[in-house]
């Protein structure tokens, strides 16, 4: 911790200032002189009164940044904690290793000093905790503001977090470390189901060891999980020292395999203290658009519009290419958090639409049914429970392609999460949610609401850049049938 005791003297005494009787203005262009010289660093911070009793307690990614910006002339804090300027006389800080250690200092510290200026943890509202279900075979990590489901009972409890964002965000982040699940599947240790049982798509991007699909033992992953929790507990040096004591024998046994996990898992927490906050630059540009989209910015833009109330992390789009019913192809891409996940394409040739209309040469048009198709063959194991939705699908096109895709949704046994249609010129996004656990079944089993965001509204420009690319795919692969055709190589 940096002592945040200010070393200025009063010309008379040669002790101390008494900054009680300090001017308003002179206080705070002091305060501001010292939070300038702050580090640049992820920190807490710990505003103090004239007796030294803690006011506030918050985290920064950059200490010199937030801090300062209390203490700026043009400083607007709102109405809750504009008093917090009257009141306060000095501050500590404390340096963290990363911002996901500054998050969990500051949850700390506010439950055990319980400042009056963080009044969001003393009211009636209910704030997030972190849940690691350890009576599971294979222990889930969750966030969640109910704790008294009865799937928690026994579980380990961090929280509650005042800055839910902030929360998901380190999660996500340790995932990739630590690659725990964060799914509701019910996994037995030993059930032969598993062996079958297609993973998501963490698994394909290494944010979860899959043992749904039986990639992993239940020993195994309870000792990543129990890594996690010490990481959380702040006994980051003795897991390190203990993970490297278990890569050497694993060395020595020649298990090598295992000794290659462990190393890796040592540097990607190595790294976590590397990691820099990334700025507009990173962003990424689908081929078929000129427009730049921030992946993250985007999914969180997207979510609040829809009102959805979990994180939309994996998104599918659907599209359908022909030429005058010739041809009907139909593509499927994948987004991981914004970001295309390619080696999840997929391409179908439709085969329920008949190629030649009634006069033998033009095609038939129908992408309804091509649509239908296309939805069916790739969701039926989905529906028959061998692999898990994605968070959300888009479906290229208006209301007629929304409902044609919900009747194939309807044949299945599962609902799909949460479906979008998104047409071009009109750029309406119509919202398919499924019905409610024990409400009657509609004639959709769900509603679909158009919602008209503006055209620089950042989920919608996700969705557009999406639905994009699922024509650009759907259409490479059309035009590769059409030249098989001309050349007579079908």
């Given at each position: 911790?940096?002592?945040?005791?200010?070393?200025s003297?009063?010309?008379e005494s040669g002790?101390?200032?008494?900054?009680?009787d300090?001017?308003?203005?002179?206080?705070?262009?002091?305060?501001?002189?010292?939070?300038?010289?702050?580090?640049?660093?992820?920190?807490?911070?710990?505003m103090?009164?004239?007796?030294?009793?803690v006011?506030?307690?918050?985290?920064?990614?950059?200490l010199?940044?937030r801090v300062?910006?209390?203490?700026?002339?043009?400083?607007?804090?709102?109405?809750?904690?504009q008093?917090l300027?009257?009141?306060?006389?000095?501050?500590?800080?404390?340096e963290?290793?990363?911002?996901?250690?500054a998050?969990l200092t500051?949850?700390?510290?506010?439950?055990?000093?319980?400042?009056?200026?963080?009044a969001r943890?003393?009211?009636?509202?209910?704030y997030?905790?972190?849940?690691?279900?350890?009576r599971?075979?294979?222990?889930?990590v969750?966030?969640?503001?109910?704790?008294?489901?009865?799937e928690?009972?026994?579980?380990?409890v961090?929280?509650?977090?005042?800055?839910?964002?902030?929360l998901?965000?380190?999660?996500?982040?340790?995932q990739r470390?630590?690659?725990?699940?964060?799914?509701?599947?019910?996994i037995?240790?030993?059930?032969?189901?598993?062996k079958?049982?297609r993973p998501?798509l963490?698994?394909?991007?290494?944010?979860?060891?899959?043992?749904?699909?039986?990639?992993?033992?239940?020993?195994p992953?309870?000792a990543?999980?129990?890594?996690?929790?010490?990481?959380?507990?702040?006994?980051?040096s003795?897991?390190?020292?203990?993970?490297h004591?278990?890569?050497s024998?694993?060395?020595?046994?020649?298990?090598?395999?295992?000794?290659?996990?462990?190393?890796?898992?040592?540097?990607a927490v190595e790294?976590?203290?590397?990691?820099?906050?990334?700025?507009r630059?990173?962003t990424?540009?689908?081929e078929?658009?000129?427009?730049?989209?921030?992946?993250?910015r985007?999914?969180?833009?997207?979510?609040?519009?829809?009102?959805?109330d979990?994180?939309?992390?994996?998104?599918?789009?659907?599209?359908?290419a022909?030429?005058?019913?010739?041809?009907?192809v139909?593509?499927k891409v994948?987004?991981?958090?914004?970001?295309?996940?390619k080696?999840?394409?997929?391409r179908?040739?439709?085969?329920?639409?008949?190629?030649?209309?009634?006069?033998?040469?033009?095609?038939?048009?129908?992408?309804?049914?091509?649509i239908?198709?296309?939805?069916?063959?790739?969701?039926r194991e989905a529906?028959?429970g061998?692999?898990?939705?994605?968070d959300?699908?888009?479906i290229?096109?208006?209301?007629?392609?929304?409902?044609?895709?919900?009747?194939a949704?309807?044949?299945?046994?599962?609902?799909?999460?949460?479906?979008?249609?998104?047409a071009?010129k009109?750029?309406?996004?119509?919202v398919?949610r499924?019905d409610?656990p024990?409400?009657?079944?509609?004639?959709?089993?769900?509603?679909?609401?158009?919602?008209r965001?503006g055209?620089?509204n950042?989920g919608?420009?996700?969705?557009?850049?999406?639905?994009d690319?699922?024509?650009?795919f759907?259409?490479?692969?059309?035009?590769?049938?059409?030249?098989?055709?001309?050349?007579?190589?079908?």
């Open positions: 911790m940096t002592t945040g005791r200010d070393s003297t009063t010309p002790g101390p200032a008494a900054h009680g300090e001017p308003r203005e002179a206080r705070l262009a002091r305060l501001l002189a010292k939070a300038r010289a702050l580090p640049a660093t992820p920190g807490v911070y710990l103090k009164d004239a007796a030294e009793v006011l506030y307690v918050g985290k920064a990614s950059r010199n940044d300062s910006s209390y203490f700026v002339p043009s400083a607007d804090l709102g109405p809750r904690k008093p300027l009257d009141a306060v006389r000095d501050f500590d800080t404390i963290c290793e990363g911002e996901w250690e998050l500051e949850n700390r510290l506010i439950k055990d000093i319980s400042p009056r200026f963080n943890l003393t009211d009636d509202k209910t997030p905790y972190l849940v690691v279900t350890t599971e075979d294979f222990p889930r969750v966030v969640t503001r109910n704790l008294q489901a009865p928690f009972r026994g579980a380990r961090f929280g509650p977090f005042t800055r839910p964002g902030a998901r965000e380190a999660v996500t982040l340790l470390v630590f690659r725990f699940r964060t799914c509701s599947l019910d037995v240790d030993g059930d032969e189901r598993n079958s049982f998501c963490l698994y394909n991007i290494q944010m979860c060891t899959a043992p749904c699909a039986a990639k992993i033992g239940r020993e992953y309870r990543d999980v129990d890594r996690f929790v010490r990481f959380l507990t702040g006994k980051r003795a897991m390190l020292r203990q993970m004591k278990e890569m024998d694993a060395a020595a046994a020649q298990e090598y395999e295992k000794a290659a996990a462990l190393r890796d898992q040592i540097r790294r976590l203290d590397e990691r820099a906050r990334r700025g630059k990173d990424w540009q689908p078929a658009e000129s427009f730049h989209v921030d992946p993250r985007g999914t969180l833009a997207l979510q609040r519009a829809i009102g959805a979990r994180p939309i992390r994996c998104i599918e789009a659907i599209d359908i022909h030429l005058q019913g010739g041809q009907t139909g593509s994948c987004f991981v958090d914004g970001r295309p996940l080696n999840e394409y997929r179908y040739r439709i085969r329920s639409v008949s190629r030649t209309g009634t006069d033998g040469r033009a095609g038939v048009n129908d992408d309804y049914a091509s239908r198709e296309v939805v069916s063959r790739r969701y529906g028959t061998q692999e898990l939705y994605p959300a699908i888009l290229d096109g208006g209301l007629g392609q929304l409902h044609a895709a919900m009747e949704f309807g044949e299945l046994n599962v609902r799909p999460p949460l479906v979008l249609s998104l071009k009109e750029e309406v996004l119509f398919f499924p409610p024990g409400a009657p079944r509609s004639a959709l089993g769900g509603r679909g609401e158009p919602v965001l055209r620089e950042l919608l420009k996700l969705c557009q850049a999406i639905r690319e699922a024509h650009r759907a259409q490479h692969y059309h035009h590769v049938m059409r030249r098989k055709k001309t050349l007579d190589e079908e």
